[in-house]
């Protein structure tokens, strides 16, 4: 019997993401959204870029927001315009997607590392102990679309006079007490590449202030560190967002809210099966999750990975080594992150697109407990 009292059903094959565009009225939408732009033909900072920023400096409740061509260039630039550079250490998470240590290391400054706690995201205490006098800024993730205790990072932040660059990259839509992801930083950074919650049909992303000083430098930074388009004042890349980008991404904004209930409705189906058998991710009443990836924790990890893919399931070991870890830092490395030594070699993704349905669910979630039973 499977946990919903069905048969048990045939092998199935259930991919970790699908990231085709099949429906057909969503590919009509999408499609009518190029071809205005290519009737307008204003491919860089078109008007589809300016009221894409509008839209979102608004659902973040920020007072600007900038545009980019990837989440990477957004930390990169954010940390840029607030003058991290050599010398300057930079407090964050030990684990993430590399982006976030290669944008600091790339503007000079140093990246330190904290620790994490049990739900994967940086432990305030650690970042608490790692502060110098070198520190300029905390740069906390919102790993798998569950957001930081900002709570306790912004009272270290204002007890320390340090920046808070968050990477939001992860949690488009989640929020805390009300307050959504991209809402906390002196500069919030966002993702839009296809596999994120709010995705881009390529390379996309968004940097939020509420400071015009930091409006403006970004600006300028994101296009070779020029002012009105004659005056070079820093260098810099040219880092702008496409405008075909930000036509599918307004279009795509419109449905992000069922697809953030959609992944949540599938993860409570999980919980509520496997938590016997395996930790799941824990949600507090304050917190929304979007769970960009629906990450659970098992001492078994390997051996249920292999179970799993047997079975048709295709599960992700997401960033299998730590940020610190790996060949490009873990030389002279600061920091301090043992939770996060320890926990490392027991995450495993499961299948979570919101698009499976309850069946394709049940089918892993019947694996999962054979596996263990
Ligand atoms: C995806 C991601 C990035 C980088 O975004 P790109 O758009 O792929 O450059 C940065 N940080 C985190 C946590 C991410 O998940």
Known sequence: ????????PMTKSIPFLDLRIDSEPLRTELLEAVQDVFRHGRFILGPEVQQLEEELGRYCGRAFAV???????????????????????????????????????????????????????????????????????????HYTGKICEMD????????????????ASQAFGASLDNRRAGSFGTVSCLSMNPMKVLAACGEA????????EIDA?????????????????????????????????????????PVIDARRRIAAQYSEHIARFVDVPSERPNQRDVYYTYTIQTDRRDELQTHLETAGIEVKVRDPILMPDQP?????????????????????????????TPDDVDYVIQHIQ????
């Open 1 to 8: 019997m499977t946990s919903n009292g069905s048969a048990v």
């Open 67 to 141: 545009s980019v061509n990837s989440g990477t260039d957004a930390l990169y630039l954010a940390l840029k315009s607030l003058d991290i550079g050599p010398g300057d250490e930079v407090v964050t998470t030990a684990l993430s997607w590399i982006a976030t240590a290669n944008a600091i290391a790339l503007t000079g400054a140093t990246p330190v590392f904290a620790d994490i706690r049990p739900d994967l995201n940086i432990d305030p205490d650690s970042v608490r102990q790692l502060i110098s006098s070198n520190t300029k800024a905390i740069l906390p993730v």
């Open 152 to 167: 306790e990072i912004l009272e270290i932040a204002t007890s320390h006079q340090l920046h808070v660059i968050e990477d």
């Open 205 to 212: 992303g968004m940097v939020f202030t509420d400071r015009a």
């Open 217 to 257: 430098r970004l600006r300028s930074l994101r296009y070779n560190g020029m002012v009105d388009r004659e005056v070079c004042t820093e260098p810099s890349l040219n880092g702008r967002m496409d405008t075909l980008q930000a036509a599918i991404l307004l279009r795509r904004l419109k449905y992000v809210g």
């Open 328 to 356: 490009a830092y873990r030389d002279g490395v600061r920091g301090s992150f043992p939770t996060a030594g320890r926990l490392i070699d027991r995450l495993l993704c499961l299948p979570a697109s919101e698009r499976m």
């Open 370 to 373: 054979s596996f263990f039973r």
